[in-house]
C-alpha cells in the first residue's frame, strides 16, 4: 500500500498517475491521506481511485457534537461504498468519535483513542477489543499492520 501525504499541485498529477499506472497494474495498493469534501481533494481523488481515503482529522474532532460535520462525512461514506474506497478516519480521541463514526458506516480507524503510537505486535491485537458493542471485528478489521515512516508521536 502506497499513501500518498501531500496535496497534489497543479501539473503533477498526469505525471503521478504515469508512474502509478505499473505499480497498480502490480497490485501495489493506493492510499490517499487528509482526504476531505473540498473540490480539489474531491478531483483528485475521482481521478486517483484510491482503495483507501484517510478522512482529515479537522473532520474527525468533534464530530460527535456537529451535525454538519457528520453529513459531510456522511457523504464521504456513500462516496467510499460507490468507488469501493475503505474510509478510514485519522486523529480519534474520544468514545463519542468513535461510536459516531462507526454510525456513520466508517470501518477502520486510527488515533490515540485506540491505542498509543507502538511498534509492538501485541499491542495491535488489543486494537478490535475496542469496537463499539454489538459489532462485528471483520466490520471493524483494519488494515494489516506495517511501519510507517510517519511521526509516531500522532499516528499509530
Known amino acids: 500500500m502506497l499513501e500518498l501525504t501531500e496535496r497534489i499541485q497543479p501539473g503533477q498529477l498526469r505525471p503521478l498517475l504515469d508512474a502509478l499506472r505499473p505499480l497498480r497494474r502490480s497490485g501495489m495498493g493506493l492510499a490517499v491521506d487528509e482526504a476531505g469534501p473540498d473540490a480539489a481533494s474531491m478531483r483528485h481523488i475521482r481521478v486517483l481511485k484510491p482503495d483507501v481515503l484517510k478522512v482529515r482529522p479537522d473532520l474527525v474532532a468533534g464530530i460527535d457534537t456537529d451535525p454538519g460535520r457528520q453529513y459531510l ?8 461504498r460507490q468507488t ?10 474520544t468514545g463519542n468519535e468513535l461510536a459516531v463514526l462507526t454510525r456513520l458506516g466508517i470501518s ?33 478489521r483494519a488494515p494489516e499492520p506495517r511501519m510507517e515512516t510517519r511521526n509516531p508521536s500522532t499516528d499509530i
Do not use: C, M, Y
Open 108 to 140: 477502520a480507524g486510527q488515533g490515540h483513542f485506540l491505542g498509543k503510537p507502538t511498534l509492538e505486535p501485541n499491542d495491535w491485537a488489543t486494537w478490535s477489543a475496542l469496537a463499539p458493542e454489538g459489532t462485528s471485528r471483520a466490520r471493524h
Open 73 to 80: 462525512l456522511a457523504d464521504l461514506v456513500e462516496f467510499g
Open 84 to 93: 469501493s474506497a475503505v474510509l478510514a478516519a485519522v486523529g480519534i480521541e
